[in-house]
């Protein structure tokens, strides 16, 4: 292989990370590639307050002895400033042309770099390369691993606008540097903004492409202590909502909303009226549902809105917005939008 003069910097952001630095760094100096290609790592303290700072500096001597560069800034303000500010922070350390993000709470697999490096170097500046993921512990959010270690190369591009966030987790990203430069680098909020959706989000405005290497190269720990519990549900639908509208919903004149219950009349209760206007139906497989009408209420103008049909599926007319949990009901819903041989991204979006 030939690897040029490219450097790989590791991007890990820190706050109170004590309990996970030495199996994080461990995991580092196992990687394969340590002895192949040119490694740094770049940390960003964000105002600890444990014993992150001497555990940064014991790695520091560790690293060195490995002929491993480890840099590491400290936000000295006195109260951390977020992981955005952190993910920057430590991006302006860097000299890579390649970056590769980890979470101190995560472990790298040995190959993890290797494989990536190796994806990247052939693709294009402008994609994002993640990988599939083992959770632990393994009784852990098993849906949600599924989902995101199953998507086809495809899917990581369409099923953007799930609740699930990003199609590949942001502990596996790894990129050439050209993709922070174009986004403009994280947003930075001390608390409840999804800094990774938002880049994610942009990457995707700015033409920018995901792939994935389809091997288990990362070992993503759930804990209650997790940045992705301080972010409020209503957050990251909103965010997803801007985004539909704009790259979806602007181009359609009309469309029908696949499931008639909850998720369905929420999804349409938050569209704009323009939008709203849009909706030819909804459709669903509910008896009880089928061939009633559904109207909004305008608490402001206090009346109803317009009557909006509830139809069986095989009457509904696409493209669809798809307001269905997956994999919820045993694989049913699943097979019937298969029986209507739609393709994703052009006649339906998923907005689960």
């Not at 060195?64 to 993910?87: C, Y």
Request: net charge neutral; glycine share 6%.
């Amino acid at each position: 292989m030939d690897e040029g003069n490219h450097m790989t910097s590791i991007i890990i952001p820190v706050y109170n990370g004590a309990p996970w630095i030495n199996r994080c760094f461990q995991s580092i100096l196992k990687q394969s590639a340590i002895s192949i290609l040119n490694i740094e790592i770049c940390v960003c303290d964000d105002g600890s307050t444990d014993d992150t700072s001497r555990l940064l500096l014991e790695w520091r001597n560790i690293f060195s002895s490995h002929d491993v560069r480890l840099n590491v800034i400290r936000n000295q303000s006195g109260e951390p400033k977020g992981v955005g500010f952190a993910k920057n922070q430590a991006i302006s350390l860097s000299r890579g042309s390649y970056l590769c993000f980890q979470d101190i709470d995560d472990v790298m697999l040995p190959n993890r770099i290797l494989k990536q490096f190796e994806v990247a170097l052939k693709s294009p500046n402008n994609v994002i390369v993640g990988c599939q993921f083992k959770r632990e512990p393994d009784n852990s959010t098993i849906r949600y691993t599924k989902w995101a270690n199953s998507l086809t190369q495809e899917q990581l591009n369409l099923q953007v606008f799930t609740s699930h966030g990003p199609t590949v987790i942001m502990p596996t990203w790894f990129c050439h540097k050209d993709v922070f430069v174009r986004v403009g680098g994280f947003f930075e909020s001390k608390k409840g903004t999804p800094e990774d959706l938002v880049f994610f989000n942009k990457h995707l405005d700015l033409g920018g492409k995901i792939i994935r290497v389809d091997d288990i190269l990362l070992i993503y720990t759930f804990h209650p202590n997790q940045t992705t519990f301080s972010i409020a549900e209503d957050t990251i639908w909103s965010l997803r909502l801007e985004r539909l509208e704009r790259v979806h919903l602007a181009n359609w004149t009309k469309f029908t909303i696949w499931n008639a219950g909850k998720q369905g009349r929420k999804f349409y209760n938050s569209l704009s009226l323009e939008n709203r206007d849009k909706v030819l139906a909804f459709c669903d497989v509910d008896l009880n549902k089928i061939g009633k009408r559904y109207a909004s209420y305008d608490a402001v103008q206090r009346k109803m809105g317009k009557e909006v049909d509830i139809i069986h599926f095989k009457d509904a007319v696409p493209p669809f917005v798809i307001c269905m949990k997956i994999d919820l009901t045993e694989g049913v819903f699943e097979k019937n939008l298969k029986t209507l041989n739609l393709k994703e991204g052009v006649d339906y979006v998923m907005f689960s």
